[in-house]
């Protein structure tokens, strides 16, 4: 979590004084629904803070044309389909 937050710290003035810039992160669906993964709670606590820092960055840099873009992990939809597969069974 730290080495991302220092390394768009490092960027991101740079991109201020551009006028443009880009910062994608990609996370895991569990910061969307955690329940789902109860065996990684820290994890998806880390990740959920990590996704709340960029919210707030994500607003404060947009006036200057930098923007934020988050990525659930891909898979996310194929997992959730195999599970209602599962339960009706």
Request: proline share 1%.
């Amino acid at each position: 979590m730290l080495t991302a937050i220092f390394l768009i710290r490092a960027l991101v003035d740079g991109m201020i004084a551009r006028g443009f810039g880009r910062i994608i992160s990609i996370t895991t669906g569990g910061v969307k629904s955690p329940g789902i993964y109860l065996q990684l709670g820290v994890s998806i606590g880390v990740r959920s803070g990590l996704t709340g820092f960029f919210g707030v960055l994500s607003r404060q840099v947009a006036r200057h044309n930098v923007t934020q873009d988050a990525s659930k992990r891909i898979g996310y939809a194929r997992q959730e389909e195999r599970r209602r597969k599962r339960r009706r069974r």
